[in-house]
Each structure stands twice: as C-alpha cells, then as structure tokens.
C-alpha cells in the first residue's frame, strides 16, 4: 500500500493515505501540487507547504505510468516495421500507404468505445488498440492484395474495386463478428479483474465496427489514387 510520509517529523500517516486512495486516483495524480492542496482542504493539520511535504506517486499507477512510456516508445518502431514489411511485400510505396490507413480508421472506433463505456485510456486499452491494429492492418492487407490481382488480370479499375469489396465482404465481417463474439464476454466483465478486461475488449470491439466499415468502403474508394501504376493501363475504367 502506498503511504505518505511526512519528511519533517518521519511519521507515516495512514489517514492521509485513505484520503488518497478514496479519491478518483486520475483527479488526484494531476501533479503534486494539485494533490497536497487536496489533502490540505481535506485535513486541516496538512500543509501544502513543498517544503515540508512531497508526494511519490507509486503502486498501479506508478507501474501505469512505466508501462504507458515504454508504450509509446515501442508501438511507433512496431509500425515502421510494418510499414517496411509492407512495402517489402508489395514493392509499393502507394500500396503500404493505403493499408496503413486502416489504422486511424479503426483507432476512431477504439476511442469512441472507450468513451460511451465511461473508461479511460489505460494499459489493458492499449493493448487493445495493438491487437485492433494488428486486425485492421491485416483486413486491409488482403483487399489490397485481392484488388491488386484483379487489376493484373485486366479488371477495369472502376469495376475491380466493387468486385474486390463484394468479394472480401464475407471474409472481413466474419473475422470482425468471430473476433468481437469472442471478447463481448469480456465487456460485460464485473467480477475481479474486470477493469482489465473491458478496456481491452472496448477499444478491439469499437474498432473493429467501424474498421470493418471503412476498410470496405473507404479503402476501395481511395485504391485508384493508391494503385500502383505498374499494374498497366487497366487503371482506367
């Protein structure tokens, strides 16, 4: 249990560390001025003088906090590995682009879940959207892929993006209703462990209502100004 310490006399007051923890954890951890105002108003006998008193945030939201930071440290290289990847598999600069837009495409469904379930953005929601990004990259890889094909066997542009979109129609809403069947157990989660669970399941269930929307209409209809232009002169419907 966390604990503040009185420096000046080292006396540990268990009373302002009940204050602490029965406040919104978020509110309070604004910085540590905010929070010993708030102990002050709350406890006459506590100053708010920096002098004689400091606070360490640690505990869950210590270890939040860390893991937020290595977050944002890995999740950016993870996607320029991606983006290499890609481009290593199509030889396509315009191709990657356009499967890397699924990403804000699903990261808007995430964000919109979080917020009509009243949670905040946390560990377990982040790796949420890593699994959600994982998802809508790979719908988008293979219509992408689909669309690609058509057009090299002389499908006239117009008409290979509402074939390719009819086509992966099936195969991209089934991976997105398996996928969400299986964490809606999850999202209505209120046992032990259920602060856990339903960011996780939020973001991937949010994203993927509207990635799958998207990715079967937007991405058709931005593949002609994506195409690669090597397929041949079949861009022209």
Not at 93 to 109: K, Y
Not at 121 to 134: D, E, Y
Not at 209 to 220: D, N, R, S
Request: one cysteine or more.
């Amino acid at each position: 249990r966390d604990e503040i310490r009185d420096w000046s006399s080292d006396v540990c007051s268990s009373d302002l560390a009940n204050l602490v923890f029965a406040a919104d954890l978020h509110e309070l951890a604004t910085g540590d001025e905010a929070a010993l105002e708030h102990l002050a108003s709350a406890d006459g006998n506590v100053s708010a003088d920096h002098a004689n008193h400091f606070l360490k945030w640690g505990g869950q939201f210590e270890l939040q906090q860390q893991a937020n930071k290595r977050l944002m440290v890995v999740v950016p290289i993870t996607l320029a590995l991606v983006f290499f990847m890609l481009y290593a598999n199509f030889g396509s600069l315009r191709n990657a682009l356009l499967i890397m837009l699924n990403i804000p495409l699903a990261l808007v469904g995430g964000i919109v879940s979080l917020w009509l379930a009243g949670l905040s953005l946390s560990v377990p929601a982040s790796v949420g959207f890593i699994a959600l990004f994982g998802i809508a990259l790979e719908n988008g890889l293979v219509l992408v892929s689909y669309l690609n094909e058509l057009v090299r066997d002389g499908v006239p542009m117009a008409k290979a993006c509402v074939q390719g979109a009819m086509a992966r129609l099936r195969p991209v809403i089934m991976t997105a209703v398996t996928t969400g069947l299986g964490l809606a157990p999850l999202l209505f989660a209120t046992g032990t462990g259920s602060e856990v669970q339903r960011p996780l399941a939020a973001v991937v269930i949010g994203g993927l209502v509207t990635a799958t929307i998207l990715t079967l209409v937007i991405l058709p209809a931005l593949y002609p100004w994506f195409a690669d232009r090597s397929n041949g002169d079949n861009s022209t419907s």
